[in-house]
Antibody, heavy 120, light 108 residues
């Protein structure tokens, strides 16, 4: 069974940077697109970014474009999200989610999330 | 960006009743790339329905999805205690892959 485990969350000041990681197991990581989805406290889900299985295609929400970078290390079964120029409105639980063999797929497995708090 | 609107915001029902949740898209969803997720408090979302009407692995058959184009429906035929949760719709046919604001199904 697929398992996803996020790490790297924490408290960061506005304007700071943070890198999230998502360790995957139980499936052929390189064959599947992966996404990041976030959820601000008490709010709904917001899709952040997706990356194809080989890393060749990436897409971003407008709210993070130019500040966040999604990447993956298939040899290490790990997904990343580099977050720069962080703002208070980026405060959220960040989930990694497994997609399908193409980027245009639903998310059939989710991690438990890691909390990012942007505050001075 | 495709905006998804869910109705109602809250649905108050009793166990055993039928729940009908709606989601409307601001433009047609490409190839019916449309999903429904369930989220319980403090937990990660769980995929229920993909491709508008296909049940995900392990999802009971009391959950069903229908619709196409801009109008989609999730139906829970008979509510079980564990079904009281928040439900989100999502389109994944056009980037950005947007979610609806959610419908909370609570116990009447």
């Amino acid at each position: 069974e697929a398992q996803l485990l996020e790490s790297g969350g924490g408290l960061v000041q506005p304007g700071g940077s943070l890198r999230l990681s998502c360790a995957a197991s139980g499936f052929t990581f390189s064959s599947y697109a992966m996404s990041w989805v976030r959820q601000a406290p008490g709010k709904g889900l917001e899709w952040v970014s997706v990356i194809s299985g080989n890393g060749g295609s990436t897409y971003y929400a407008d709210s993070v474009k130019g500040r966040f970078t999604i990447s993956r290390a298939n040899s290490q079964n790990t997904l990343y999200l580099q977050m720069n120029s962080l703002r208070a409105e980026d405060t959220a639980v960040y989930y990694c989610a497994k997609g399908g063999r193409g980027v245009y797929n639903s998310f059939d497995q989710w991690g438990q999330g890691t909390l990012v708090t942007v505050s001075s | 960006e495709i905006v998804l609107t869910q109705s109602p915001g809250t649905l108050s029902l009793s166990p055993g009743e039928r729940a009908t949740l709606s989601c409307r898209a601001s433009q047609s969803v490409s190839s019916n790339y449309f999903a429904w997720y369930q989220q319980n408090p403090g937990q990660a979302p769980r995929l229920l329905i993909y491709a508008a009407s296909s049940r995900a692995t392990g999802i009971p058959d009391r959950f069903s999805g229908s619709g196409s184009g801009t109008d989609f429906t999730l139906t829970i035929s008979r509510l079980e205690p564990e079904d009281f949760a928040v439900y989100y719709c999502q389109q994944y046919g056009t980037s950005p892959f947007t979610f609806g604001p959610g419908t909370k199904v609570d116990i009447k």
